[in-house]
């Protein structure tokens, strides 16, 4: 019994799943963190630059030290690096949150360009996938159940965040600092400290999902890896209404209309690759003017964030 | 006094910028020397290969055009309160259009076909950057986010059509439409191996420059930008001046597109998307968003960029390192507003601020 060539059509909703798991990681793991960040009333535009950064740094710690998740954990350090220097400077007086953010992503590309040069070349060790599907003969379904564990983690991070958001002490505190700093003032509890740190904790996030994208897939090194994909997360964490349960959801959504330029190119549909590969782009360009509107503010958004006050 | 008054926020607005250049300029030497590189040496190819011959400086002043009308695409949102940042697409678009102009102009006198191409680019990037300003003002949508997205979807437009219905089955390693024929190129200025795309830009910046400064529109732009609510107690229609505003930067960084396509390549391919639009907002920011200042300060970028080569030729430094000279430039510049008006020297002692105490 052939099953392979048996499963047919099957095989292309499967292809989609499968590749929108894969591909929503990354957007997963950076629109969790800025979701923090947001939550704390800033927010991060460099994420784009820090994701790229993220990757570099985690595929060449693994090429160095030969294991992968050591890669991760770099990764994650360096992005907690750039959050740690974006969240300092927005701290200083007059200086406007999106535009260190644009100049940190200029920055961020500028240095992963320039210390990656050497890596685009060699082969690191990637991250391996825990195999689920075991059970079937197919080997469709086996490749289209190997789910890598930083998605897992991503969906438990996602879990952990609701209900830390609502329940926790911790929550409380960083949602009173990003609804109004007097408050927090009031209440005694640090501003700048809080968002410097949540802008720590989403720099790190956003490192390791950099790291995904060099070390899983596409897995490998160059140039061209992040094309947006911080930036989509950021208009992604919008269109979630500040929920990380949402940004799960958000996620797989983005993956799957990402999947879709190369499971067409696949089927041997190639004549509008370039045309599927800008799906992700329009669809949070189209969701956003959908959700937005000029007359009240987001329900859901903290009020001190710059980016949704008119 | 009043001579005083008049000049020392001027001087401010010159020194902190320049001061902050030092400063990046001291950061990238750290970072040189943490690479394993002479600072010194870095330095003095940086200043060889953008100023330091006629060859590098009509180099510096080729990249410098582009770089003029991206910096504008900045800098006039700006003045209305936008943060624009998505250049490279409408650069792209305008590229696009304006192959596509020349290409179906082809037969009609030289000028007209120059003339239509650019107005079609410049058109063209003026729509796409328009809708961002649209999207700001009638949906409540974040331009910064919405030009950026829209840039991404504009190259991706380039790249679909250049390789696909648009492509000249003649252009067989590097895809791109059909060429506009020589004889519709634009050709350089008088003794230099620069084209007339430079002195395009530095027109349309000073053109900017004198409306902004001299003429209530850029007093109604800034009032629109500093509160909408007054502005539109004062009877100004915001949404026009929003959208005009994009619509205009948009013009500017469709000519520049329009511009490599009509001087520089020759017809549209993916060559086009070089981190013009990108590098055009570092130029805005360094400039303070000043058309004015934006001239010298794309030719000191454009420099930065031109003498790039050289450092990957002499010293074998990757060509990233002038992205990261850059980076670290726009990242002080940025921090540096936070002395903005808080410098002592730069303070006069009017009767004025006497009374009133300036805000921390």
């Known amino acids: 019994m052939n099953v392979a060539d048996g499963l047919g059509w099957w095989g292309v909703p499967l292809a989609i799943f499968a ?25 991060n535009l460099g994420l784009e630059g820090v994701l790229i950064m993220g990757a570099m740094a985690g595929y060449g710690v693994s090429l160095l030290s030969g294991s992968a998740w050591l890669g991760v954990l770099a990764a994650g350090l360096v992005g907690s690096l750039l959050g740690l220097l974006h969240g300092l400077l927005c701290s200083l007086r007059r200086v406007n949150d999106i535009a260190i953010g644009i100049s940190i992503m200029l ?13 685009v070349q060699p082969q ?32 438990a991070l996602a879990v952990l965040l609701h209900y830390a958001f609502r329940y926790t002490r911790w929550g409380m505190q960083l949602r009173i600092v990003g609804d109004s700093a007097d408050a927090a003032l009031a209440l005694g509890y640090p501003v700048l400290p809080t968002r410097i740190f ?20 596409p897995g490998s090194w160059n140039e061209g890896l992040s094309s947006g994909q911080g930036i989509i997360a950021v208009a992604l964490v919008i269109f979630s209404r500040w929920e990380p349960l949402r940004c799960l959801w958000a996620s797989l959504l983005f993956g799957g209309a990402g999947a879709l330029g190369p499971a067409l190119q696949a089927m041997g549909i190639t004549s509008g690759y370039y045309l599927f590969n800008a799906a992700p782009y329009v669809l949070t360009l189209g969701i956003l003017i959908a959700t937005s509107s000029p007359h009240r503010t987001l329900v859901g958004a903290p009020g001190e964030l710059s980016l949704v006050r008119n | 006094m009043k001579l005083m008054q008049r000049f020392l926020p001027v001087a401010e607005s010159i020194a902190i910028p320049v001061m902050a250049l030092l400063v990046a300029m001291l950061l990238f030497a750290g970072f040189v020397m943490a690479v394993g590189q002479s600072p010194v040496e870095v330095y003095s190819l940086l200043y060889q290969g953008g100023f330091g011959s006629a060859f590098s400086l009509q180099n510096s002043l080729l990249r410098a055009a582009p770089l003029i009308l991206t910096g504008l695409a900045v800098a006039i949102p700006a003045q209305a309160g936008m943060v624009i940042i998505g250049g490279e697409g409408a650069l792209a678009l305008g590229a696009l259009a304006a192959a596509v102009a020349g290409a179906s102009l082809n037969g009609a006198s030289p000028h007209l076909v120059q ?68 004889a519709n190129m634009i050709g350089n200025l008088p003794g230099m191996d620069v084209h007339y795309g430079l002195l395009f830009g530095v027109i349309c910046a000073l053109i900017t420059w004198v409306i902004l400064k001299f003429t209530t529109i850029g007093f109604a732009l800034r009032t629109v930008g500093g509160n909408p609510r007054a502005a539109q107690m004062a009877g100004l229609k915001v949404g026009y001046w929003i959208v005009g505003a994009a619509f205009a930067g948009g013009l500017a960084a469709g000519l520049a597109g329009a511009i490599e396509v009509a ?76 002395l903005n008006g808080r410098l002592r020297i730069f303070k006069p002692v009017s009767p004025i601020s006497a009374v009133i105490p300036t805000k921390p």
Request: with cysteine.
């Open chain 1, 19 to 43: 590749g929108a798991i894969r591909v929503s990681t990354p957007y997963l793991l950076v629109s969790l963190g800025e979701c923090i960040t947001e939550k704390s009333g800033r927010i």
């Open chain 1, 107 to 119: 920055l961020g590309t500028g240095l992963a360009f320039f210390l990656g040069k050497p890596l």
């Open chain 1, 124 to 155: 690191a060790p990637m991250l391996n996938a825990i195999p689920f599907g075991f059970w079937s003969d197919s080997p469709q379904i086996q490749s289209a159940l190997q789910i890598n564990p930083l998605f897992l983690i991503g969906i």
């Open chain 1, 198 to 217: 949540a802008t720590v904790i989403g720099g790190f996030l956003a490192g390791v999902g950099g790291a995904f994208l060099s070390l899983y897939y």
């Open chain 2, 115 to 182: 003339t239509g191409m650019l107005a079609v680019g410049a058109l063209c990037g003026g729509v796409w950057i328009g809708l961002s300003g649209w999207l700001r003002h009638y949906r409540g949508v974040n331009e910064t986010i919405s030009s950026l997205l829209l840039s991404y979807i504009g190259i991706a437009l380039l790249n679909f059509f250049v390789e696909g219905p648009l492509k000249d089955p003649a252009s067989l390693n590097k895809p791109s439409t059909a060429p506009i024929g020589d």
């Open chain 2, 263 to 338: 001087a520089v390549q020759g017809s549209a391919n993916a060559s086009v998307v070089a981190g013009y639009g990108y590098a055009g907002i570092l130029v805005a920011f360094i400039a303070r968003q000043n058309p004015f200042a934006v001239i010298p300060v794309a030719i000191l970028i454009g420099g930065i960029n031109a003498a790039g080569g050289m450092l990957q030729r002499r010293l074998d430094m990757p060509d990233a390192s002038v992205m990261v000279l850059q980076g670290i430039i726009f990242v002080v510049i940025i921090a540096s507003e936070t």
